[in-house]
């Protein structure tokens, strides 16, 4: 397990990331998300020793990191470092040499991972002449190559057409389930949602929200949908709740008040049919909003 405690950095007179402390588990999807200035990079880079830390710590099976340990971490950072005009497949295999691999597992493991990326005929190329987003698979693809103790990955979604979306889902599942702590931020919060198992959630430098999903969906309002065979505006006069939206036979409402649902139902079926009446799990992007705000 990869444990973040108390994390922080300041620039100057700036905090970029105040006293962040989250968990990492083996095996687990773990998505961090927040705004642009969050903090999401700075903490990232601090994991990997690319920055320095002003308080706080790293952890890693329950001793402080090394070195040793972060350069066997597969790390993808927001800026790409790969070299534009070298060949695909010899950077890989540099690269993975340089993490501990021989270079025929190198080779071979590469060619694979270029394969299920549609990239296997463009191994020869050099990096220049690909399009952004495959440039942006072959980056993924080093830093899984090298088969790392744990991955930390900044926007590695970034400019990938739906097909390698769902191949790189796959790549990073399948490293989960041999145990490896995966940690990937990401703006695309809907993707997010889909993929993790738990989620962390920064503001201004400091964690808002950690959890899995069910679990922060539980933190939030309860929301009710109530769908009749008439109008719905008389929601508006009901105690104890707040009517987040009405189109016409159609509501939207949030309780406020022990016991207001049972009202609202009691009030809609003496008025007539019910077609529906039914709980809301809100999504991933109404409790970022709410917890971020």
């Known amino acids: 397990m990869l444990e973040i405690k108390g994390l922080t950095r300041r620039f100057g007179d700036t905090t970029a990331v105040d006293g962040v402390s989250f968990d990492v588990r083996d095996g687990i999807l773990t998505g961090f998300v927040g ?9 990232m880079r601090m994991v990997m020793g690319v920055l320095g830390i002003d308080g706080g710590e790293v952890r890693w099976r329950g001793r402080p990191v090394t070195a040793q340990d972060q350069r066997r971490f597969g790390y993808m950072p927001e800026e790409r470092g790969l070299y534009p005009k070298q060949r695909v497949l010899d950077q890989l295999v540099y690269l993975a040499q340089l993490k501990g691999m021989e270079a ?30 495959n440039q942006q698979k072959v980056q993924v693809v080093a830093a899984l190559l090298h088969r790392p103790t744990a991955l930390i990955l900044d926007e590695p979604f970034s400019g990938l057409d739906p097909t390698a979306v769902d ?6 599942r399948q490293h989960a389930s041999t145990g490896v702590p995966v940690l990937f931020s990401s703006h695309q919060l809907d993707l997010v949602e889909r993929l993790c ?3 962390v959630i920064l503001s201004r430098g400091r964690v808002v929200a950690s959890g899995g999903a069910d679990e922060l969906r539980s933190r939030g309002p309860v929301r009710y949908r ?19 939206d009405v189109d016409g036979r159609t509501a ?11 009202a609202v139902l009691r009030e809609a079926a003496g008025r007539g049919a019910v077609h529906e009446f ?9 409790i970022y909003r709410e917890v971020a705000a």
């Not at 705004?35 to 700075?42: E, L, P, R, S």
């Not at 109008?231 to 009517?243: P, T």
């Open 167 to 172: 191949s790189m889902a796959d790549m990073l």
């Open 226 to 244: 109530l769908t009749l065979d008439r109008d719905a505006g008389w929601v508006r006069e009901v105690r104890g709740i707040h009517v987040v």
């Open 252 to 262: 939207l409402v949030e309780v406020l008040e022990e016991g207001a649902e049972q």
């Open 278 to 286: 039914a709980p809301v799990r809100p999504a991933l992007a109404d």
């Open 104 to 133: 025929a597992a190198a080779r071979s493991a590469a060619q694979e991972h270029l394969e299920r990326f549609g990239l296997d005929g463009r191994a020869g190329d050099r990096l220049q002449e690909l399009s952004l987003g």
């Open 35 to 43: 705004g642009n200035g969050a903090g999401k990079t700075t903490t």
């Open 197 to 199: 198992d738990r989620l």
